[in-house]
Nanobody
């Protein structure tokens, strides 16, 4: 069994910052790519950022320069530091990992950015 538990969401004013965490536990042999996705009301889930086991990162254009993904392999934890948050960043954020050929998702954490 693999579990992903996100934390760090909440309400923040535009221009503020938050840091999301995702702790991965269970049988994680073969853990490779980790990432954050988000889903706004009425929209499809979209990739926000990803990071490989080697530390190579990818951030979508809309968050480049504002969000930073990182991972602590010793703690099996994924992070997303979000700066200069904007109302359009309001969404439920999901942690995602690939272990072997399997995809695993967290339950999500809601971020609301007020203008």
């Amino acid at each position: 069994q693999v579990q992903l538990v996100e934390s760090g969401g909440g309400l923040v004013q535009a221009g503020g910052s938050l840091r999301l965490s995702c702790v991965v536990s269970g049988n994680i042999v073969g853990l490779s790519i980790m990432g954050w996705y988000r889903q706004a009301p009425g929209k499809q889930r979209e990739l926000v950022a990803s990071i490989t086991s080697g530390g190579t990162t990818n951030h979508v254009d809309s968050v480049k320069g504002r969000f930073t993904i990182s991972r602590d392999s010793a703690k099996n934890t994924l992070y997303l530091l979000m700066n200069r948050l904007q109302p359009q960043d309001t969404a439920t954020y999901y942690c995602h990992v690939i272990i072997g050929f399997m995809n695993y998702w967290g339950k999500g954490t809601l971020i609301t950015v007020s203008s």
